[in-house]
């Protein structure tokens, strides 16, 4: 049974009622290093002009077994860490491993340990380097890293919108390969996870679940139409770019191939959203 839509008048509330009972999102409750601090490229940092995080494909290795929140937020740090510190393209692979380490001790009831992400960069850096870019990390950020990231809205909407884990599946491989690209850094985590999902919905051809997607995300589908766009064309490069590993995890029939599915061809697409 799918949720019932409330009346178009009701305003959404600002948390859930005591019954547990989903209700529409509220973006005015991120107001520190939430959904309204924006991520930003800095000028500054040598790593600023390049597109792809090539510096950071090997996260993506390591994630595999852990939670996939770890995996968002790691990127969330490092970004918020670029913000305020520049780092030598050299030292990108410590960060985004440190940036991990940090994640996994967050999100995960049993981290892995400092030896495993020493593996990883293939004992290029040692224990100490390791610990010192942890606490800078923490330094830059003050600390503050209850970051929301776009996979906790897929989890919501997929509670909200209960369609096929195919589907739901294809909405995670989605967003996961925005990850790979700078020009993702200052969309909201919830509109990113929305217009993932819209997509997904589009290439299912399931548009009769918009308006619950719509009234469980605050977003109007016409507001995410230009994101969706974007996306749209991210799939349809993604399996021609240098960086695979996302794309080669979602090849995998333990998530259904969804990698395998085609975008929407842009001509269709168009006159989709044109309506």
Same mark, same amino acid.
């Given at each position: ?54 510096? *950071? ?14 995996? /968002? ?28 380490? !940090? ?53 919501? /909407? ?12 294809l909405s995670r491989f989605i967003c996961e390969m925005t990850l790979q690209e700078y020009d /993702? ?16 919905? /589009? ?6 679940? !918009? ?43 333990? *998530? ?9 061809? !842009?001509?269709?697409?168009?006159? !989709?959203?044109?309506?």
């Amino acid at each position: 049974m799918p949720l019932p839509l409330l009346p178009q008048s009701s305003k959404p509330k600002t948390k859930k009622s005591s019954s547990s009972k989903i209700v529409p999102s509220d973006h005015s409750q991120y107001e520190k290093r939430g959904e309204n601090y924006q991520a930003k490229i800095s000028p500054s940092s040598p790593q600023g002009a390049l597109k792809k995080r090539s510096a *950071f494909e090997d996260l993506t290795n390591i994630c595999l077994g852990m939670n996939h929140e770890t995996l /968002y937020l790691a990127v969330k740090l490092v970004d918020h860490y670029l913000m305020e510190v520049v780092c030598k393209k050299d030292k990108l692979q410590l960060l985004g491993c440190a940036a991990f380490l !940090i994640a996994a001790k967050f999100e995960e009831p049993r981290p892995p340990s400092m030896d495993d992400f020493l593996y990883v960069c293939a004992d290029v850096y040692c224990r100490d380097e390791m610990y010192a870019m942890e606490i800078s990390i923490l330094q830059a950020l003050k600390f503050d890293i209850n970051i929301p990231v776009a996979y906790h809205f897929l989890r919501r /909407y997929a509670v909200c919108i209960r369609t096929s884990m195919k589907t739901v599946t294809l909405s995670r491989f989605i967003c996961e390969m925005t990850l790979q690209e700078y020009d /993702y850094i200052q969309e909201r985590a919830s509109k990113l996870a929305a217009g993932s999902f819209l997509l997904a919905l /589009y290439m299912q051809k399931l548009p009769r679940w !918009i308006p619950t997607l719509e009234y469980y995300s605050g977003y109007k589908a016409s507001e995410l139409h230009p994101l969706v766009r974007r996306l749209n064309i991210l799939l349809t490069v993604c399996s021609r770019g240098g960086l695979n590993t996302v794309y080669s995890k979602y090849s995998h029939p333990v *998530f259904f191939e969804v990698a395998k599915v085609p975008p929407v061809d !842009i001509l269709k697409l168009e006159k !989709i959203l044109d309506r």
